[in-house]
């Protein structure tokens, strides 16, 4: 197995829920209208940091496509898949475009207000 490069995105990012990988930015959110069997989904023009899956025909609420699951470089976790074919017309919009199941991201911002709280005495702490 080669060595893994992570692409590190500048600015607010959508992340690995498991391992904090940046996976998409969101400039590239097209809607997040979407749904799966876990809950929500945001549909993405690109993704970065993911394997993709082998491509499989799924019947989806829009009707039938070809589709991958995608997962976390990283961790190895199903983030979400990849539209790689859409049998409409009406669908078509949708191909080569990267689903994200809303359950298994977060939003740099919901990261970033997590607070750190040291623990270890301080210097005045032990003079007290």
């Known amino acids: ?33 979407f749904h799966c069997r876990r809950g929500k989904a945001y549909l993405f023009n690109n993704a970065v940091n993911i394997t993709v899956g082998t491509l499989e025909e799924r019947m989806m609420l829009s009707g039938m496509h070809t589709v991958a699951d995608i997962f976390c470089c990283c961790c190895g976790q199903i983030v979400g898949w ?8 009406s669908q078509k ?16 911002t919901e ?7 040291d623990t270890r005495p301080s210097m005045s702490d032990g003079e007290d």
């Open 82 to 89: 990849k539209y790689e074919a859409a049998h409409e017309k």
């Open 1 to 33: 197995m080669g060595r893994i490069f992570v692409v590190e995105l500048d600015g607010r990012s959508y992340r690995c829920k498991f391992c904090r990988t940046h996976l998409a930015l969101p400039d590239d959110l097209v809607s997040r209208s």
């Open 93 to 108: 919009y949708k191909e080569g475009k990267f689903v994200l199941e809303r359950g298994r991201i977060i939003d740099e």
């Open 111 to 117: 990261y970033s207000s997590e607070v750190y709280i």
